[in-house]
């Protein structure tokens, strides 16, 4: 029989960086590799990922990728991993045209060799097992499912979905084809729970036509409408109401413009070349629709750089309205509030549609209670939320007739051993499930050190010290250079500075001391180490800050040594030092003019 296991290294307990494997006979199947966004408190990093230790520690027993669809928290982070790993990826044609955008920009060579398009009703033998790809409805066309048949039953990876039974484009679900994989006998049911604690069925609360119906319809008005990436269900119906009030359109956002343009959806979307514009064209059209399209914090910087007029051609006026049409993502909701201030300082009218109105894509109580009772399967495994969501996801699977003992929760890490008769946690785990950040393309290895330096400098500030010592006797041969940022705003014959100066010249002096009585004692270092401790001390007496300090010492030999002093209007405050004179007769001579700015700076 088949030794069968599933676990997460992403996604569990948490909002995004979904990344989870299914183990059968000891080959690896991954399902989807999403990315997250970042609290507000880690500063610097652009978007966290799952750890992928055990994945390149395993990666022989990898027999591929198999992706829900396009979305962020599902394909974001397979860039990443395809640079530490080559392996055969499985996805739908829309994210296959994405996917080569995004490894285009990261200059990933192999990883379009490495895309398998593959469609609904499409049967994949890979390893020892028959995988039966179905159709979800999602905020993406063709979102997929994945059944692995086993010979202990069929594992289900149902990927994201909502129920709509209405629904007939290229979003519908194929009810009788789930009906067929439930027939054929279900052992567990992995089932998306990130919104399980909304109450009734998603739909139809998940469509925008009605709240962008009225502005469409008004005269001599542009329309610029923000949305996901991912929100391509919320594109067909702005293209719907462009194209109903004779409207054009234009795209601001590379991916989303060369979907938008490719075959993928254009005939599904009954777009003509005619009915798209360019962005100049939508600033000097009377009625043009801009979509603006990017991914979680990726949106709103493109709003902010229209609204702050930093954009080239677009720019928001009285004619515009600005319609954020996608609720805040998990992770940039403080963003999300911002980007509204700033938009409420230009001239175009603004519409925000709440996440209390517009539901996301993404299965309801209701819907959850549904596809189980379709599926009819022994083991209901929740995914892709909180633990809270995992609770509402349980009773949903037990109103479907699944008993409770056989509700598989688990944390990122926990391995679920899915057996003929009962689920059990195996008494190992997988260590290493942290969350690994992401600077720009790079992985980053960021610590606790660096993330707590980001914190000081955005809170405390930093203070850069700057002097230069004659490396014979080791006495001051220039002024002290002191620069503040995000500190405390002070004069220079103010008592901090004087506090500060006053610290520096002592230590100075010490080691001074210290180095005619005992050269071999003498530490540079040691004494950077101690001007960054006594100015620390002092600003945090006067202040309470503790800025980062960084100290620069220079070394020269005075006997060859010409200070070069800048002019400036407080030249004369802010000079107290003053370099030796006792060696002046070794100095080259300076010209007259430098001389006489020599003398203004002493």
């Given at each position: 029989?088949?030794?069968?296991?599933?676990?997460?290294?992403?996604?569990?307990?948490?909002?995004?960086?979904?990344?989870?494997?299914?183990?059968?006979?000891?080959?690896?199947?991954?399902?989807?590799?999403?990315?997250?966004?970042?609290?507000?408190?880690?500063?610097?990093?652009?978007?966290?990922?799952?750890?992928?230790?055990?994945?390149?520690?395993?990666?022989?027993?990898?027999?591929?990728?198999?992706?829900?669809?396009?979305?962020?928290?599902?394909?974001?982070?397979?860039?990443?991993?395809?640079?530490?790993?080559?392996?055969?990826?499985?996805?739908?044609?829309?994210?296959?045209?994405?996917?080569?955008?995004?490894?285009?920009?990261?200059?990933?060579?192999?990883?379009?060799?490495?895309?398998?398009?593959?469609?609904?009703?499409?049967?994949?033998?890979?390893?020892?097992?028959?995988?039966?790809?179905?159709?979800t409805t999602s905020s993406t066309p063709q979102s997929f499912g994945y059944a692995?048949?086993?010979?202990?039953?069929?594992?289900?990876?149902?990927?994201?979905?909502?129920?709509?039974?209405?629904?007939?484009?290229?979003?519908?679900?194929?009810?009788?084809?789930?009906?067929?994989?439930?027939?054929?006998?279900?052992?567990?049911?992995?089932?998306?729970?990130?919104?399980?604690?909304?109450?009734?069925?998603?739909?139809?609360?998940?469509?925008?036509?009605?709240?962008?119906?009225?502005?469409?319809?008004?005269?001599?008005?542009?329309?610029?409408?923000?949305?996901?990436?991912?929100?391509?269900?919320?594109?067909?119906?702005?293209?719907?109401?462009?194209?109903?009030?004779?409207?054009?359109?234009?795209?601001?956002?590379?991916?989303?413009?060369?979907?938008?343009?490719?075959?993928?959806?254009?005939?599904?979307?009954?777009?003509?070349?005619?009915?798209?514009?360019?962005?100049?064209?939508?600033?000097?059209?009377?009625?043009?629709v801009l979509i603006i399209a990017g991914n979680g914090d990726q949106l709103y910087?493109k709003l902010a750089k229209i609204a702050n007029g930093n954009e080239q051609v677009?720019?928001?006026?009285?004619?515009?309205?600005?319609?954020?049409?996608?609720?805040?993502?998990?992770?940039?909701?403080?963003?999300?509030?911002?980007?509204?201030?700033?938009?409420?300082?230009?001239?175009?009218?603004?519409?925000?549609?709440?996440?209390?109105?517009?539901?996301?894509?993404?299965?309801?109580?209701?819907?959850?209670?549904?596809?189980?009772?379709?599926?009819?399967?022994?083991?209901?495994?929740?995914?892709?939320?909180?633990?809270?969501?995992?609770?509402?996801?349980?009773?949903?699977?037990?109103?479907?007739?699944?008993?409770?003992?056989?509700?598989?929760?688990?944390?990122?890490?926990?391995?679920?051993?899915?057996?003929?008769?009962?689920?059990?946690?195996?008494?190992?785990?997988?260590?290493?499930?942290?969350?690994?950040?992401?600077?720009?393309?790079?992985?980053?290895?960021?610590?606790?050190?660096?993330?707590?330096?980001?914190?000081?400098?955005?809170?405390?500030?930093?203070?850069?010290?700057?002097?230069?010592?004659?490396?014979?006797?080791?006495?001051?041969?220039?002024?002290?250079?002191?620069?503040?940022?995000?500190?405390?705003?002070?004069?220079?014959?103010?008592?901090?500075?004087?506090?500060?100066?006053?610290?520096?010249?002592?230590?100075?002096?010490?080691?001074?001391?210290?180095?005619?009585?005992?050269?071999?004692?003498?530490?540079?270092?040691?004494?950077?180490?101690?001007?960054?401790?006594?100015?620390?001390?002092?600003?945090?007496?006067?202040?309470?800050?503790?800025?980062?300090?960084?100290?620069?010492?220079?070394?020269?030999?005075?006997?060859?040594?010409?200070?070069?002093?800048?002019?400036?209007?407080?030249?004369?405050?802010?000079?107290?030092?003053?370099?030796?004179?006792?060696?002046?007769?070794?100095?080259?001579?300076?010209?007259?003019?430098?001389?006489?700015?020599?003398?203004?700076?002493?």
């Open positions: 029989m088949s030794d069968i296991r599933f676990f997460a290294l992403g996604g569990q307990d948490e909002r995004g960086k979904n990344l989870y494997v299914l183990e059968i006979d000891k080959d690896l199947y991954i399902l989807d590799a999403g990315i997250k966004f970042p609290d507000k408190g880690i500063l610097g990093v652009d978007v966290v990922i799952a750890n992928f230790e055990y994945l390149k520690e395993n990666k022989k027993r990898i027999k591929g990728l198999f992706l829900s669809n396009c979305s962020a928290y599902n394909i974001g982070s397979v860039v990443y991993l395809c640079k530490e790993m080559e392996l055969p990826i499985y996805c739908n044609e829309i994210t296959s045209h994405v996917l080569k955008i995004k490894a285009q920009k990261m200059r990933l060579k192999n990883m379009e060799n490495n895309l398998n398009v593959i469609k609904d009703k499409d049967i994949l033998k890979i390893g020892k097992i028959k995988i039966d790809v179905f159709r692995f048949h086993t010979e202990k039953g069929i594992v289900v990876y149902a990927g994201d979905y909502i129920i709509d039974g209405q629904e007939q484009s290229y979003f519908s679900t194929d009810f009788n084809h789930l009906s067929n994989i439930g027939e054929a006998g279900v052992l567990a049911l992995i089932s998306d729970a990130e919104t399980a604690s909304r109450n009734g069925f998603t739909v139809p609360n998940h469509t925008i036509c009605n709240y962008i119906a009225a502005p469409f319809k008004e005269k001599k008005t542009r329309i610029a409408v923000g949305i996901f990436e991912e929100d391509i269900f919320k594109v067909g119906e702005i293209v719907a109401a462009a194209k109903e009030n004779g409207r054009q359109i234009a795209v601001y956002g590379d991916t989303m413009k060369s979907v938008l343009e490719s075959n993928l959806i254009f005939e599904n979307l009954h777009l003509t070349k005619e009915d798209l514009i360019s962005n100049e064209e939508y600033m000097q059209s009377e009625n043009g910087s677009i720019e928001f006026t009285e004619k515009d309205v600005v319609i954020i049409a996608t609720p805040p993502a998990p992770g940039v909701e403080k963003r999300h509030a911002q980007i509204l201030d700033e938009l409420a300082r230009t001239d175009a009218r603004i519409i925000a549609l709440s996440d209390k109105s517009i539901w996301s894509m993404h299965a309801s109580y209701e819907d959850i209670k549904m596809m189980t009772s379709i599926m009819k399967p022994k083991y209901f495994i929740p995914i892709k939320s909180l633990y809270k969501d995992f609770l509402k996801a349980e009773q949903a699977a037990i109103d479907a007739g699944v008993e409770k003992t056989n509700v598989g929760i688990i944390d990122n890490g926990e391995i679920l051993i899915l057996s003929k008769n009962h689920l059990a946690i195996a008494e190992e785990s997988i260590k290493k499930t942290n969350d690994v950040y992401v600077n720009g393309v790079e992985i980053g290895d960021i610590g606790n050190v660096v993330l707590n330096e980001r914190k000081q400098l955005a809170t405390d500030g930093v203070i850069i010290i700057g002097l230069t010592l004659d490396s014979r006797n080791k006495e001051l041969v220039s002024l002290i250079d002191m620069q503040m940022r995000g500190v405390i705003y002070i004069k220079e014959d103010g008592v901090i500075f004087k506090l500060l100066q006053k610290g520096i010249e002592d230590i100075i002096s010490n080691g001074q001391t210290q180095y005619k009585e005992a050269p071999s004692a003498y530490d540079l270092n040691e004494m950077k180490k101690e001007i960054i401790s006594k100015v620390r001390s002092i600003v945090k007496a006067e202040s309470g800050k503790q800025p980062m300090t960084l100290v620069i010492i220079n070394e020269v030999d005075e006997k060859n040594y010409v200070p070069q002093v800048r002019p400036s209007k407080n030249l004369n405050n802010s000079r107290k030092f003053k370099p030796r004179t006792t060696h002046t007769s070794n100095l080259k001579k300076p010209n007259d003019a430098n001389n006489d700015n020599g003398n203004k700076g002493n």
